[in-house]
Nanobody
Framework: QVQLVESGGGLVQAGGSLRLSCAAS????????MGWYRQAPGKQRELVAA???????SYADSAKGRFTISRDNAKNTVYLQMNSLKSEDTAVYYC????????????????WGQGTQVTVSS
């Protein structure tokens, strides 16, 4: 069973920075896609940044120029560096890893962490 553990969230003033970490139980190179989502109160979960197939990166428009996703394969960890934070970045941030297909029980290869709260005060 894959486990993803996020850390690094907290309270920060607008304009500040945070770095989130997502540590996986095992190699992260096996995942087709791995990245960060967030969910603000009353809103749907949305993609923030991710590594997609082929090692490319994808960012939400709101994250471009401010957030950077990176990875350390040796540490089985993916990071999200968030700069110039705004109050609208306040949300629970989730790490996700997935592969196409399903296992022998029909379950998708789609894994989520427990989330880490990011609160940006204005």
């Amino acid at each position: 069973q894959v486990q993803l553990v996020e850390s690094g969230g907290g309270l920060v003033q607008a304009g500040g920075s945070l770095r989130l970490s997502c540590a996986a139980s095992g190699s992260i190179v096996r995942f087709n896609t791995m990245g960060w989502y967030r969910q603000a109160p009353g809103k749907q979960r949305e993609l923030v940044a991710a590594y997609t197939s082929g090692g490319r990166t994808s960012y939400a428009d709101s994250a471009k120029g401010r957030f950077t996703i990176s990875r350390d394969n040796a540490k089985n960890t993916v990071y999200l560096q968030m700069n110039s934070l705004k109050s609208e970045d306040t949300a629970v941030y989730y790490c996700n890893a997935n592969n196409p297909g399903r296992d022998y029980r029909g379950r998708p290869y789609d894994y989520w962490g427990q989330g880490t709260q990011v609160t940006v005060s204005s």
